[in-house]
């Protein structure tokens, strides 16, 4: 199983990203999908998953209205579509996938994880 992140990079604040995660190994439509986050210092903390298929999807409060997380499923592939970013939103933006139907947005609920892709908001 492997998951490839990408779509990083250095934006202005107020600007916008995409991250995706494409997989290899696995169908993501058969599993609980999440991306996470991790600032310097800091512990990885859920920022947007997507449950039962895409039937509930869970958004962490500071990136509601902002953050939106999607799926292709030809593509194989999760996207975390970023707007009105903040410097706060500074981080390494990880992709995971967890087999355990737990409806949790926390990283012991997930088995396998992409690279990272930083996210730098500067101006």
């Known amino acids: 199983v492997q998951l490839q992140a990408s779509g990083g990079g250095l934006v202005q604040p107020g600007g916008s990203l995409r991250l995706s995660c494409t997989a290899s190994?696995?169908?993501?439509?058969?599993?609980?999908i999440g991306w996470f986050r991790q600032a310097p210092g800091k512990k990885r903390e859920g920022v947007s998953c997507m449950f039962g298929g895409g039937e509930r999807l869970y958004y962490e409060d500071s990136v509601k209205g902002r953050f939106t997380i999607s799926r292709d499923n030809a593509k194989n592939t999760v996207y975390l579509r970023m707007n009105s970013l903040k410097p706060e939103d500074t981080a390494v933006y990880y992709c995971?996938?967890?087999?355990?139907?737990?409806?949790?947005?926390?990283?012991?609920?997930?088995?396998?994880w992409g690279q990272g892709t930083l996210v730098t908001v500067s101006s």
């Open positions: 995971a996938v967890g087999s355990l139907i737990a409806h949790l947005c926390i990283p012991p609920a997930y088995d396998y």
């Open positions: 190994g696995l169908a993501l439509d058969t599993y609980e």
